[in-house]
């Protein structure tokens, strides 16, 4: 088996692809700034290697003597009062893990972008790999961030570098732990501070399975080509209604106007930035619920086998396990 080398170990989707990488024989190699590691891979038997994506020569060191690449980190918030720290490590952390690559060619690269940087359908159907999109249509600074990057993961392939590219939807399950946007809004359920909800919707699907679409893209991807690793879409009070059913927990039954909400976002972003607090209503997370986002991931499951876990059981796990860290009662 390959060596791997993967960048956002201490992350969520990180994590899980490492396991994934080790449980099926690879040796990994896993990148993290000084003392920040994962908890859920202290037993595991990979190696770490010290540097930060945002210096080109840490990374390049770091690579040393691996063959294959999983650039997982990224900057995922949807408040940040200096947006410039996203972009340092979205776009310009790809540029290095990329090039680091090149320098020591690396046999095959995954890079993990988002839905986020990808087009929506004008119609509301679920939006495939080949929705036309501009930086114009982009919501905030980490889709803007993430479509650039991935810009730059094309010219990497244009000059000839092997880059497969997967873009997860919403993924969900246990390992959580900061926790991202979406586990926070699990989080908040289970705590009641979910009276009442948007008319919105997101494709979810399970972490584990977001995981092995990445071990399968290293192994049947076409260079060059984007493969959306989701599932199931749902309306977020459809996924409400499952929580509800899982937790026991009842779920909001007002729907709230969008546009008294954008105003409250508005008001709270700004006194936010003023006092250097994260907003309650993260002003790009209300911009985002505007439109579904819902996606089609048929090409991975297709061409790449990708596996398809009931989103009940991603939200049951992801439920049990905040459960028992102490995020919820």
């Not at 249509?137 to 993430?146: A, C, E, I, L, N």
């Not at 499952?242 to 409250?264: N, T």
Request: net charge neutral.
């Amino acid at each position: 088996m390959p060596i791997a080398f993967v960048t956002g170990a201490t992350g969520f989707i990180g994590s899980h692809v490492a396991l994934c990488l080790l449980e099926n024989g690879f040796t990994v190699c896993a990148l993290a700034r000084p003392g920040s590691r994962h908890p859920d891979l202290a037993a595991a038997r990979l190696e770490w290697r010290t540097g930060d994506i945002r210096s080109p020569h840490e990374v390049q060191e770091a690579m040393e003597g691996c063959d294959v690449v999983f650039h997982v980190a990224a900057d995922y918030r949807l408040w940040c009062r200096n947006p410039r720290e996203i972009y340092e490590t979205n776009v310009g952390g790809t540029r290095n893990v990329l090039d680091a690559a090149r320098i020591h060619g690396i046999e095959r690269v995954v890079y993990t972008s988002s839905v986020g940087a990808l087009g929506l359908d004008p119609h509301g159907a679920p939006a495939d790999e080949t929705v036309q999109v501009c930086l114009e249509d982009m919501v905030g600074h980490y889709k803007r961030s993430k479509f650039l990057a991935e810009r730059c993961a094309e010219e990497f392939v244009r000059a000839g570098l092997p880059v497969i590219m997967v873009h997860p939807s919403t993924p969900v399950g246990p390992g959580d732990r900061k926790p991202t946007p979406t586990g926070k809004i699990i989080v908040d359920f289970l705590n009641g501070r979910m009276p009442a909800y948007l008319n919105t919707g997101l494709n979810l699907v399970h972490v584990r399975d977001v995981a092995e679409g990445h071990r399968l893209a290293l192994e049947k991807g076409i260079m060059g080509e984007k493969y959306i690793l989701g599932n199931r879409d749902l309306t977020l009070a459809e996924i409400f209604g499952l929580l509800e059913k899982i937790s026991g927990i009842r779920a909001p039954r007002i729907l709230l106007p969008y546009a008294p909400i954008l105003l409250l976002a508005r008001i709270n972003d700004r006194i936010s930035r003023a006092v250097g607090v994260e907003p309650l209503i993260p002003l790009e997370g209300v911009r985002m619920a505007r439109k579904c986002m819902f996606f089609n991931p048929g090409k991975a499951v297709r061409e790449l086998g990708l596996p398809q876990t009931p989103v009940e059981t991603a939200l049951a796990e992801a439920v049990s396990w905040f459960r028992s860290h102490g995020y919820a009662p």
